[in-house]
């Protein structure tokens, strides 16, 4: 395999097999590109053999199949997202190189001078000078676009962001309501992930591509679905700007982007991802690593790691860690291994009628709590990890702990576009009314799931029930009506306490209880193994053939009566 470096974290090759991927994992290519269609010739591995390769080696694929000599718009617009999306450094291929070299250059931005990019391409050892005229026309494109009016907005009834659980879910319920609503879904990735499911992709129980489906696959019949990513909002003017520069005008706005899971914010954690022992079920590619690690690991150290709330899901770190114990109490490793729990926050869980089940499984598994112990380095190499630790006068000290399993929960934030927006509050999450999902300032913009202020937990089984309440209320601002929808706060956590037993946790605004099933069926406050086939059988069929396709099963949004809020007379 000889690879040729085309920019900083970019390089492109002929054709791959599988053992190129692994020397390429251990020269520290992090994704990779197929530009090759399959069945081009008979001797090159199909694109699911590379993908099954590359997910074994915890790597990221984009397969974006070219024919020689034609390379559409549509092929140069999904090298650029993959390139923005998959972790750098990235290995991009066809059966030469050439037509990954040829993407490469034509999704560079329009200002990158013709001459630079062909200079160097031929420096990288390709022959692109066939494509000037391609790309001097692009820059001529750009140039004279800067000085002619801004042709007028494409409009849409409703205008969704994110193609995510809570965006798909709301545009599937809006279009079981109203068949035949213009609504575009702006989303530039090509996959979707059961984000839930990486749980059990990092104990053995599901693979990683269990997990995934094609976006194409699950996009609801009848959405303009814009493969692009948001730059800006315009709310004075009813529209938002595209990455390529395209504005798109709507009467409503539902934003639910999801948010960021912000790896750069510890030094040193980014880059030791993937190696040294270093994991997280909070990335798909890393998911299978984590289960790796847990079924080598057979003495040593175990750090598991909670960030300041907010989080997506925040029992999913202590579920990694349960999973792992129960594990290793069944191969018998559990007394020689020292597994610690460092959590930022002074509780366990934010609900207390939960904890004691959870404690129980502390003592069981010989867990050592560190309260208010923040994760904020990480030196890979060298197997250490640093924590701000509080001490009992309220001052900080920085403790180095090392270590052979590293479990991660990173820290999150709302997206840099959202954060950066009229539509952002104080704390960078957009703000909304916490019952109807209304924005608290724009009256024709609605927010849920990851990205939204609502103070509830921020799981999938959030985005279920809210994506029903805001497809109503959507509805009744569109016919000019108040919004009458009621969210309560509910969200689920199903705690893996052991492999075949979850603490199944439901809770809205304030903790109040919120349990589906009667306590009969089963008590959440108590592991059970009905929740845990719940969990491992139900759910994925909830969300893949219910949620996605508008189906609202034990969902139905509360509507609130428009006498409901005159008091009685008498």
């Given amino acids: 395999m000889q690879t040729r470096n085309l920019a900083e974290k970019l390089s492109v090759s002929s054709q791959l097999t599988p053992p190129d991927l692994t020397a390429a994992a251990h020269q520290g290519i992090r994704s990779i590109i197929n530009n090759r269609p399959d069945a081009e010739a008979s001797d090159q591995p199909t694109s699911a053999e590379i993908e099954a390769a590359t997910t074994a080696l915890g790597l990221g694929y984009r397969h974006i199949p070219v024919v020689p000599g034609q390379i559409h718009d549509e092929d140069i617009a999904n090298f650029s997202v993959a390139l923005a999306e998959l972790e750098a450094p990235v290995l991009a291929f066809c059966r030469t190189g050439t037509r990954s070299a040829s993407l490469w250059a034509l999704s560079a931005p329009a200002e990158v001078a013709s001459s630079d990019l062909l200079a160097a391409a031929r420096a990288a050892g390709y022959d692109l000078d066939a494509l000037k005229p391609r790309l001097d026309t692009r820059r001529q494109a750009a140039t004279h676009s800067a000085g002619r009016p801004r042709a007028a907005a494409q409009r849409h009834d409703v205008v969704i962001i994110g193609g995510g659980a809570a965006g798909l879910a709301t545009a599937a319920s809006l279009l079981r309501r109203r068949p035949g609503l213009d609504i575009a879904v702006i989303e530039p990735a090509d996959r979707h992930f059961y984000q839930p499911g990486w749980t059990l992709v990092g104990c053995g129980v599901f693979s990683a591509n269990d997990t995934m489906r094609p976006m194409a696959s699950i996009m609801p019949k009848g959405v303009r679905w814009q493969r692009s990513a948001v730059e800006a909002f315009e709310p004075e003017h009813d529209r938002i700007v595209l990455a390529d520069g395209t504005r798109l005008a709507y009467r409503v706005l539902v934003a639910a982007p999801g948010l960021k899971l ?309």
């Fill in 262 to 570: 912000n790896w750069g914010a510890i030094p040193g954690l980014e880059e030791a991802l993937g190696k040294n022992g270093v994991t997280s079920n909070y990335r798909f590619d890393l998911a299978p690593y984590t289960w790796e690690l847990v079924q080598k690991l057979g003495r040593g150290t175990a750090l598991f790691t909670q960030p300041p709330l907010p989080i997506k899901c925040a029992g999913a770190p202590q579920k990694a860690m349960y999973l792992s114990c129960d594990h290793w109490r069944r191969a018998d490793r559990i007394g020689d291994i020292d597994v610690e729990f460092h959590i930022a926050g002074d509780v366990l869980f934010g609900v207390k009628e939960y904890v004691p089940a959870l404690m129980h499984y502390i003592e069981r598994y010989g867990i050592d709590l560190k309260f208010e112990s923040n994760l904020v380095g990480v030196n890979g190499p060298a197997r250490e990890a640093t924590f701000a630790m509080k001490r009992p006068n309220g001052s900080l000290q920085e403790v180095t702990r090392r270590f052979d399993l590293l479990h991660v929960c990173p820290p999150q934030t709302a997206p840099d576009f959202v954060r950066s927006s009229p539509l952002a509050g104080d704390a960078g999450w957009i703000e909304v009314d916490h019952q109807t999902l209304r924005h608290t300032r724009l009256e024709n913009v609605f927010s849920l799931g990851d990205v939204c202020s609502a103070p509830n937990t921020k799981t999938a089984a959030a985005a279920r029930r809210q994506a029903p309440i805001v497809a109503e209320n959507v509805l009744a601002v569109l016919a000019s009506n108040e919004p009458r929808a009621i969210y309560d706060g509910y969200g689920s956590c199903p705690l893996t306490v052991e492999r075949g037993r979850i603490v199944l946790a439901e809770f809205g605004y304030g903790g109040k209880l919120l349990p589906t099933f009667p306590k009969w069926v089963i008590d959440g406050t108590r592991p059970s193994r009905l929740a845990w086939l719940l969990k491992e059988r139900i759910l994925p069929l909830v969300y893949w053939q219910g949620m996605l396709k508008g189906r609202e099963w034990l969902a139905a949004p509360h509507i609130n009566s428009p006498m409901s809020d005159t008091p009685e007379l008498g």
